[in-house]
């Protein structure tokens, strides 16, 4: 048995649109089941994000302190943002988010891992890049608004950030997939084994 997710879609008798937001909406599909039965899903459609472990000479990560209010917390994450353009090249939204939450660029780039965040309930697909060679970018940095003007920056070692995720004390999805995925990277074939940024991205597909 090979263990490995396939695409699959069952018949859709009947969908709606009941709520259409600024970047996301919520779509209601009557889905038929293996049984003949016919059950209504809600779910949130959305265009798919980016996210950067970004690693600096000393083994540190460049993390952000964010407020999210869905979830009422400060929550500690490695910089991300929304694909914004159908078919954009998700390497390049991740340089984007990289140098608009960190004023950081990288010259090596690797694909991390690929998830689904919350399959139960949103389409949301992330891309999770491992980002290093470091260094200060050029120019004026990224006007911020809105959560974002109160976000905080630091660089903390790898080390430290595993153990808050094993003690339960960092909760980011992207934050705990990434630096979990690096251990297991380095722990296995090494980083250099990673697949390359380009690399095809079958939940949103891109133009090179």
């Not at 690693?55 to 540190?60: G, I, V, W």
């Not at 340089?95 to 608009?100: D, P, T």
Request: hydrophobic share 40%; net charge negative; charged share 30%.
């Amino acid at each position: 048995m090979t263990i490995k997710d396939t695409p699959e879609e069952w018949e859709v008798r009947a969908t709606a649109t009941p709520f259409v937001g600024n970047k996301t909406s919520v779509r209601t599909d009557d889905v038929v089941m293996p049984d003949g039965s016919v059950a209504r899903r809600d779910y949130q459609v959305h265009p798919g994000s980016v996210a950067v472990l970004a690693l600096d000479d000393q083994d540190r990560a460049v993390v952000l302190r964010q407020y999210r209010h869905p979830v009422r917390h400060k929550l500690w994450e490695i910089p991300a943002g929304l694909l914004d353009v159908p078919g954009e090249n998700p390497l390049h939204a991740a340089q984007r988010e990289l140098y608009e939450e960190a004023h950081v660029k990288a010259e090596s780039w690797r694909v991390l891992s690929d998830v689904y965040t919350t399959p139960g309930g949103c389409s949301e697909a992330v891309r999770i890049f491992l980002a290093r060679d470091l260094s200060e970018a050029e120019g004026e940095r990224f006007e911020v608004e809105d959560e974002e003007a109160d976000m905080e920056l630091a660089r903390v070692p790898v080390d430290e950030l595993v153990r808050g995720v094993l003690a339960g004390e960092l909760h980011n999805n992207c934050l705990v997939v990434g630096v979990l995925s690096l251990i297991a990277a380095r722990n296995g074939d090494g980083l250099d084994a990673l697949r390359p940024a380009e690399a095809p991205w079958p939940a949103r597909p891109f133009e090179s």
